[in-house]
């Protein structure tokens, strides 16, 4: 087998200037066609730590090209082979991950404890789908005629493109690209351009670790006509595509009119429901690391809390007093709990949504407004905000912000407390908190997400379990654990009859 041939990338800095990311196709590290850049800045500080290429439709038709080139052969090397490769870069991975905690928070903004919490998450992934090169699982099943075999094998798809956002911008590329291609596809790699660098360092090290050109292609773009003519490309077979509901419907629209295999994972309104006889503690706790950790920006992330009235007053006591001890900061720093949002869009939109909060008539407890003060300067910081007395109509408990804002909605029972969670078009995940596990268990059968926790927070979902949701949550996909193959594998049906005639199934019933 080839390996990977690394042609230097241009330009790599190292004197802290802003580091120029490029393209990789083909096995080479190159600029966009047309030679088009733009700025990332550190969402902490708003320091340009790099500049990307702004692909254009011509550097999409080469990624695609080579891609189709090289999945003739990739094909064809076995599984396990294919796999030994993400061994490697496993182990690579590991050996630098506090670096590339440091690159991912100055890139986007999340605290560093929780930046190295999403490198391991990625490590976990291409362990876990390296494990699958020796697996594959198909099936047999009885023939129902004599002499006959029945079986059903894996066969990879095609070309896949792989588009991801900026708030994981690690953990969900290897959610996509080693299922992908350990399954036999090769990929054209588009991250989110507001945090570009993990994308490169990922495909570098997988390059490292052996992968032969062309297998994986990275193409950076902000245009929306560039990932819609990825989507729409006739040499793309399969899209997986994490991000907005919005942009989530187009893609699944335009794949789903050219017959493509589409797996879209949009947005979520995650509810926390707190029963009377909850541990009110280890609820509060869950809550704010929910609804305030990664700034709120996880599509996991608590958005509201639907608390049963008897102990409203007591839960919302203890959570403004717990989030007024969070620390604001840059993530680097030592303590800060709570980063800033990717950049000003961001912080506006969550303004606005505070305004329509408070024109909608709910209670603002904590926050509202951005946070400012020495060290602040220069970044797009947000308070941890709750607004309570929110009712389930409200704009502020039905859209996703995206941001640290919390909506807190009473209920007078579980009845209710679950047709409130429900009355979202979102179901990715939930959470209740009870002692009574009659009550949980009803919450396990009626509540309509893809991800449930009973006594734990709506974020953490671990590598190996389905990762989903409901409704307009996705398109009924689910990625990681075994599942996570599926998208990226055709099922073929294999019938092989040794009887040496013509046996005719359903009819020839009396050959047995
Ligand atoms: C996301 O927010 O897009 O369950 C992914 C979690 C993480 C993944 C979040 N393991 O919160």
Redesign the pocket.
């Known amino acids: 087998m080839q390996t990977g041939v690394t042609t230097a990338e241009p330009r790599r800095r190292t004197d802290g200037g802003p580091e120029e990311v490029a393209n990789y196709i083909d096995g080479r590290w190159q600029a966009a066609v047309r030679g088009g850049r733009l700025e990332h800045r550190d969402p902490a500080t708003g320091r340009v730590v790099a500049t990307v290429p702004e692909s254009t439709v011509e550097d999409i038709e080469a990624a695609v090209a080579s891609a189709r080139r090289a999945f003739a052969t990739w094909r064809l090397v076995p599984a396990p082979r294919r796999a030994e490769i993400f061994y490697r870069a496993a182990e690579i991975l590991t050996r630098r991950k506090e670096e590339l905690a440091r690159r991912m928070t100055e890139d986007m903004g999340k605290v560093l404890e929780e930046s190295r919490g999403?490198v391991q998450?990625g490590i976990d992934m291409v362990y876990y789908m390296a494990g699958e090169g020796r697996r594959l699982l198909g099936e047999t099943m009885p023939a129902e005629l004599p002499n006959k075999f029945a079986m059903v094998v894996r066969d990879p798809i095609g070309v896949v493109a792989a588009i991801t956002?900026w708030?994981?911008p690690f953990?969900?590329p290897t959610w996509k690209l080693c299922p992908a291609l350990i399954a036999g596809n090769t990929a054209v790699f588009k991250p989110s351009s507001d945090a570009p660098r993990l994308a490169r360092d990922f495909v570098a090290i997988l390059t490292e670790a052996g992968l032969p050109p062309g297998v994986l292609n990275l193409v950076y773009s902000a245009a929306p006509a560039v990932g819609d003519a990825l989507v729409r490309h006739p040499g793309v077979d399969v899209i997986s595509f994490?991000g907005s509901t919005a942009v989530g419907k187009q893609v699944a629209a335009a794949a789903g009119s050219l017959m493509k295999r589409v797996s879209v994972?949009l947005g979520?309104k995650n509810a926390v429901i707190v029963l009377a006889d909850a541990d009110l503690d280890l609820a509060v706790e869950a809550i704010v690391w929910g609804a305030f950790g990664?700034t709120g920006?996880?599509?996991?992330?608590t958005s509201r809390v639907i608390v049963q009235r008897s102990v409203q007053a007591a839960l919302e006591e203890r959570l403004v007093a717990r989030t007024r001890t969070l620390r604001i900061g840059n993530g680097l720093e030592e303590g800060v709990q709570v980063g800033p949002v990717i950049h000003r869009a961001a912080l506006e939109k969550i303004e606005r949504y505070v305004e329509v909060g408070l024109a909608e008539g709910a209670r603002l407890l904590v926050g509202g407004r951005r946070a400012e003060g020495p060290g602040l300067e220069g970044g797009h910081y947000y308070e941890p905000t709750i607004f309570t007395d929110v009712t389930p109509g409200m704009r502020i408990a039905q859209e996703e912000i995206f941001g640290p804002v919390l909506a807190i909605l009473p209920v007078e029972d579980l009845d209710e407390a679950i047709e409130v969670m429900n009355g979202v078009p979102y179901g990715l995940?939930g959470s209740i908190f009870t002692r009574n596990v009659n009550d949980a268990f009803r919450a396990i059968r009626d509540v309509s997400v893809g991800?449930l926790y009973v006594n734990a927070g709506?974020?953490?979902?671990?590598?190996q379990t389905p990762?989903g949701g409901t409704r307009q949550t996705g398109n009924g996909h689910r990625e990681a654990g075994t599942a996570g193959i599926d998208v990226f594998t055709e099922r073929k049906a294999v019938y092989v009859d040794y009887s040496g005639r013509l046996q005719r199934a359903q009819i020839d019933l009396d050959l047995a």
């Open positions: 999403e998450e956002p708030n994981f953990s969900i994490t994972e979520g990664t920006q996880r599509c996991t992330a995940s991800i709506t974020t953490g979902a671990e590598i990762f």
